[in-house]
């Protein structure tokens, strides 16, 4: 009886947007409201907190200005070539400390205590070793990345089921073919997870580097605008910022994604 009355029951629409979509637009409805709320109170100073319409035409006017597009093309040139040296150096130190434990013990420790340090403090020395151009940006995101990547493709490492190590050994796999066949596959998600992490800490290495020294990117422009307190342009350009960040962010996941597909 109550298998027929399961079959014969209809089937409940699923509703066209879930409740968690719908507390995440209420949120960001209710941040503006507030924040439209404070640029009329005038209980902080004035266009401290500008007027979203303010904000909107100045982001008009930014993307309307091929000014702004060399500079972002700047920064996004520093931070992928970062992200590429230290991406790759992060990886290559990860396999090793991942696979020979005594190294593990010998090194790693370094790794967990100058990981969390501000890499900020870092950049005099960059700028003595690069000069005040691009090289010292680069510089000081490369040793951003380098720190997740290599702890999370160590961590990986030991994660790794034995046998599929013991399966390459027995077919006598060079160094090469048992990293490119054996521990890249196996470890695709701590290699993705700590590029996310590593995409992010770049971000925080050469964007306040671009606004020490430099004279393009969109550090320069962000602190010069509020060097000049214009405001809306300047939350103009964070609001870009953060959208792009969040695009480069979502791609590196859906990389991963398509690449479990593809091996499934």
């Given at each position: 009886?109550?298998?027929?009355?399961?079959?014969?029951?209809?089937?409940?629409?699923?509703?066209?947007?879930?409740?968690?979509?719908?507390?995440?637009?209420?949120?960001?409805?209710?941040?503006?409201?507030?924040?439209?709320?404070?640029?009329?109170?005038?209980?902080?100073?004035?266009?401290?907190?500008?007027?979203?319409?303010?904000?909107?035409?100045?982001?008009?006017?930014?993307?309307?200005?091929?000014?702004?597009?060399?500079?972002?093309?700047?920064?996004?040139?520093?931070?992928?070539?970062?992200?590429?040296?230290?991406?790759?150096?992060?990886?290559?130190?990860?396999?090793?400390?991942?696979?020979?434990?005594?190294?593990?013990?010998?090194?790693?420790?370094?790794?967990?205590?100058?990981?969390?340090?501000?890499?900020?403090?870092?950049?005099?020395?960059?700028?003595?070793?690069?000069?005040?151009?691009?090289?010292?940006?680069?510089?000081?995101?490369?040793?951003?990345?380098?720190?997740?990547?290599?702890?999370?493709?160590?961590?990986?490492?030991?994660?790794?089921?034995?046998?599929?190590?013991?399966?390459?050994?027995?077919?006598?796999?060079?160094?090469?073919?048992?990293?490119?066949?054996?521990?890249?596959?196996?470890?695709?998600?701590?290699?993705?997870?700590?590029?996310?992490?590593?995409?992010?800490?770049?971000?925080?290495?050469?964007?306040p580097a671009e606004t020490k020294l430099s004279t393009k990117g969109l550090g320069f422009l962000i602190i010069n605008a509020y060097s000049t307190f214009d405001?809306?342009?300047?939350?103009?350009?964070?609001?870009?910022?953060?959208?792009?960040?969040?695009?480069?962010?979502?791609?590196?996941?859906?990389?991963?994604?398509?690449?479990?597909?593809?091996?499934?």
């Amino acid at each position: 009886m109550a298998t027929t009355d399961r079959l014969t029951r209809p089937a409940t629409a699923e509703p066209l947007v879930s409740p968690v979509t719908l507390l995440r637009i209420a949120i960001i409805l209710a941040v503006l409201a507030i924040w439209e709320i404070l640029a009329h109170s005038g209980w902080l100073y004035r266009d401290v907190v500008p007027s979203l319409l303010a904000i909107g035409k100045a982001l008009y006017e930014l993307l309307s200005h091929g000014d702004y597009y060399f500079n972002l093309g700047v920064t996004a040139a520093e931070i992928g070539t970062a992200l590429l040296i230290g991406g790759i150096s992060g990886l290559a130190v990860g396999i090793l400390l991942g696979a020979n434990r005594f190294l593990s013990k010998a090194f790693e420790s370094y790794l967990y205590y100058l990981g969390p340090t501000p890499k900020i403090i870092f950049f005099p020395i960059m700028i003595m070793w690069f000069g005040v151009g691009p090289g010292s940006k680069i510089a000081l995101g490369t040793l951003s990345c380098f720190f997740p990547v290599a702890l999370s493709v160590a961590a990986g490492m030991r994660q790794i089921d034995k046998v599929l190590i013991r399966v390459g050994k027995s077919f006598r796999a060079s160094t090469w073919q048992m990293v490119m066949k054996i521990y890249l596959p196996a470890m695709r998600h701590p290699i993705i997870n700590g590029l996310r992490l590593g995409l992010g800490v770049t971000l925080i290495g050469a964007l306040p580097a671009e606004t020490k020294l430099s004279t393009k990117g969109l550090g320069f422009l962000i602190i010069n605008a509020y060097s000049t307190f214009d405001m809306p342009r300047m939350y103009a350009m964070l609001i870009v910022l953060f959208v792009l960040a969040i695009g480069a962010n979502a791609l590196v996941g859906r990389l991963g994604g398509l690449e479990s597909i593809k091996r499934t």
